[in-house]
């Protein structure tokens, strides 16, 4: 039975280590249930196997997406106007701001825009369903021109284009009027050359050019606009008696709040009821070696969602099934190991050998699962949109901390207890009736 | 316990399952498409007792709606979901005000459920095509990977195992288009299903690839039959405790969940039978012909 040397202190050692890792599962486990003195509630209550199915209790710092929280998103596909010949990127650049702009002034701040493929915008707006919102983001523009006694002399409907240009080491915008904006346009500058025209987008000024002559063929030139960014978005804004890109609505989605927080709760409650049952088969099958595995998938489980929460990863319906496929991940790493230990007591060798040559034998094919998966999540991060890319992101970091767990925790703890003495080999599996089966 | 090749009877089986989905969807009873792929306008609605679908059907018809399916569900037929194809962009609140006048005039207790949707006849095409790229993008990309960690014919023969599984699941949505329609929520299953029920495959050819490298002469066949018999305790242990969550998530989920968890286990299920029914002997039999050729050519 001693068949291993060991140094005097290898067994208190051993001991000292698994106490400290599990001193320090526990003080992680507190530092996502109370978040110590982070933000607000901190991390609170991120462990799914603590009564949290209540959806409200859910941290502040885990953003949560629509499907789960309630709203609605609306996608759009953009078309440049006729004629247009604009670079088309920077017309939904500037769609873009301007839809992000009226969100945020109307209220709605935790409002998102993104793009999506080549030519589609998705708004996302959480907690909101109501429909006029919608009007909101289409709606035009209103676009006034200011003379300097604060008049309202024009408006954007008498602007053709408005496009930004670079010359002579400045960014400027070009822009040409109707035939009737050009006739009041031409009005207003000659009689007020030297001073200033404002022009206010939605109630507010963008730009107050001074007036260095009289602009009467129905083109000018606003110069002096400071940074290539600053004059696209002003050119896309004074433009835009409408958007500079004609919107399509292709898809509007609403969740209700109610619908989100049973959606949530109840993955919660299966996530919670597939690790305990993991746990439990995994112990019954696997004895010592199912405690390490439980340990390791604890420590995993609370990693991963510290990584969700710091990383900022919105959590969605799909990016929940990515966690569940990642605790898959996790488990399977942990059952190819043991197997392969298994294998090599039943050859006869010793507890501590079978845990080094088990450990050499089921990395190549831990290795190679991992990686393929890992391919599949690329792609899905790359190509997928919205909810899809959610999943891709969780099942991506899920595999990364699984892989993490499974070669270095498992490692680690199995090492610790064979060290600290837990040598029988009927501590980790069926010896004689391995032997019955073998006859 | 015995394993042998079965290759050849459980191809048959896999190719008339797909055989029988291919004839469905041609006379006309394929995929059930959801709203994510169709475009239109859905919505749910609990009426709070027994729903007559005349009485819905009535509504609707005083509409100025063209084409429309109602469902009824729920534990006593108290809930419905109705879907209106072809409904303009401006006229969703119109359309959803109006049907809800109407149905409280009937069922005054009724209360909107769920989601309201509308898509857009464009915005499904887009996600079959990044489906499909996604999809064979992964299986290039894994073949790649496999071919210079195994070789060549054991990428060959899990790619194949993979188009196997992603095509029963699309079958599968066929032969069951009663109970479940396909979403967007579809393409991540089918999408999880490529990179998980590949592991599958993997540890099996790694068993392989040792067995094969001790035992450079014997049959491959052979060498399949013994390694996916020793990694039996791992494919019944790991297969166990997947299904467990994902079983556990179809149960307590909701129906957006159902939709995503189902497909999965079904991916799941048909992984595991490809991985050790199919995919060894496929690359087994590649093998042996690549050796005859070396042979014929010495």
């Known amino acids: ?439 | 316990m015995e394993i042998k090749n079965r290759s050849r009877i459980c191809l048959i089986i896999s190719a008339a399952i797909i055989v029988i989905a291919l004839v469905l969807t041609i006379f006309g009873h394929g995929i059930n498409l959801g709203i994510d792929f169709e475009g239109g306008l859905s919505m749910q609605y609990d009426l709070k007792k027994t729903v007559e679908k005349a009485d819905v059907e009535g509504v609707l018809n005083g509409m100025s709606v063209s084409s429309y399916t109602v469902t009824v569900q729920g534990s006593s037929n108290n809930e419905i979901n109705v879907r209106i194809k072809d409904v303009a962009k401006d006229d969703i609140q119109k359309v959803q005000d109006d049907f809800e006048a109407g149905i409280l005039e009937k069922y005054p207790e009724a209360v909107s459920i769920g989601d309201v949707n509308y898509v857009g006849p464009v915005a499904g095409a887009t996600l079959v095509k990044n489906a499909i790229i996604s999809v064979l993008l992964a299986a290039v990309l894994m073949l790649v990977y496999i071919a210079i960690r195994f070789d060549l014919n054991s990428g060959l023969s899990a790619v194949f195992g993979l188009l196997h599984d992603v095509l029963i699941m699309l079958s599968f949505m066929v032969i069951f288009r009663s109970v479940i329609q396909m979403n967007s929520s579809f393409i991540a299953a089918a999408l999880t299903i490529v990179g998980y029920s590949i592991n599958n495959t993997i540890v099996i050819f790694d068993r392989i690839r040792e067995n094969a490298k001790k035992q450079p002469n014997a049959a491959r066949e052979e060498v399949t039959n013994i390694s996916i018999k020793e990694s039996l305790g791992r494919t019944i242990c790991t297969t166990a405790t997947t299904l467990i969550t994902i079983v556990a998530l179809c149960i307590l989920g909701v129906a957006s969940i159902r939709e995503f968890a189902l497909p999965i286990i079904v991916g799941i299920l048909s992984g595991v039978y490809s991985a050790n029914m199919i995919n060894g002997y496929v690359w087994a039999f590649l093998e042996e012909k690549r050796r005859m050729r070396k042979a014929a050519k010495a």
């Not at chain 1, 489980?301 to 990584?307: D, E, R, S, Y």
């Open chain 1, 1 to 439: 039975m001693k068949s291993y040397k060991k140094r005097a202190g290898g067994k208190t050692g051993a001991i000292v280590a698994l106490c400290v890792v599990l001193v320090i599962t526990i003080a992680l486990g507190v530092l996502g249930v109370t978040g110590l003195s982070l933000p607000p509630k901190g991390l609170y209550k991120l462990m799914p196997w603590l009564p949290t199915t209540n959806a409200e209790n859910w941290p502040s710092t885990l953003s949560l997406g629509l499907d789960l929280r309630g709203g609605m998103y609306v996608e759009y596909s953009g078309k440049a106007p006729e004629g247009s010949t604009a670079n088309f990127d920077e017309l939904l650049e500037g769609t873009m701001s301007i839809i992000r702009t009226r969100l945020t002034d109307k209220g709605y701040t935790e409002a998102n825009v993104q793009k999506i493929g080549t030519d589609g915008i998705r708004v996302e707006i959480p907690d909101v369903q109501d429909d006029t919102v919608l009007d909101l983001i289409g709606a035009a523009a209103k676009l006034e021109f200011m003379n300097p006694s604060g008049e309202v002399f024009m408006t954007g409907e008498m602007v053709k284009t408005a496009t930004y240009f670079y010359s002579d080491g400045d960014h400027q915008i070009a822009f040409t009027l109707t035939d009737e904006g050009a006739k009041l346009f031409g009005d207003v500058t000659a009689a007020n050359i030297g001073r200033t025209i404002a022009i206010y987008l939605d109630g507010e000024q963008l730009i107050a050019p001074t007036v260095q002559s009289a602009i009467t063929g129905g083109s000018g030139v606003i110069n002096g606009l400071g940074s290539a960014e600053r004059a696209t978005t002003i050119a896309a804004k004074i433009q835009s008696g409408a958007l500079p890109l004609e919107l399509t609505q292709q898809k509007v989605d609403k969740v209700s709040a109610t619908l989100g927080q049973d959606a949530l709760s109840s993955s919660v409650k299966a996530a919670l009821i597939g690790i305990l049952l993991i746990m439990v088969l995994m112990i019954l099958r696997y004895r010592l070696n199912g405690l390490v595995a439980s340990w390791a998938l604890t420590l995993y489980t609370i990693l991963l969602f510290l990584f969700i929460a710091l990383f900022r990863i919105q959590m969605t319906l799909p990016g929940l099934a990515g966690v569940v496929l990642g605790i898959g991940m996790a488990v399977d790493a942990n059952v190819i190991i043991f197997e392969r230990f298994n294998e090599e007591v039943r050859k006869g060798r010793s507890v501590k050998a079978a845990v080094r040559a088990g450990f050499k034998n089921a990395m190549s094919a831990i290795l190679d699962a991992n990686v393929t998966t890992l391919i599949a999540a690329v792609v899905l991060l790359f190509y997928g949109t919205g909810s899809i890319q959610g999943f891709a992101r969780t099942l991506l970091l899920g595999v990364v901390v699984s892989m993490f767990s499974a070669i270095l925790v498992t490692r680690f703890l199995m090492n610790c207890f064979v060290n600290a003495g837990a040598t029988k080999i009927s501590l980790y599996t069926k010896v004689k009736a391995e032997k019955e089966v073998e006859a």
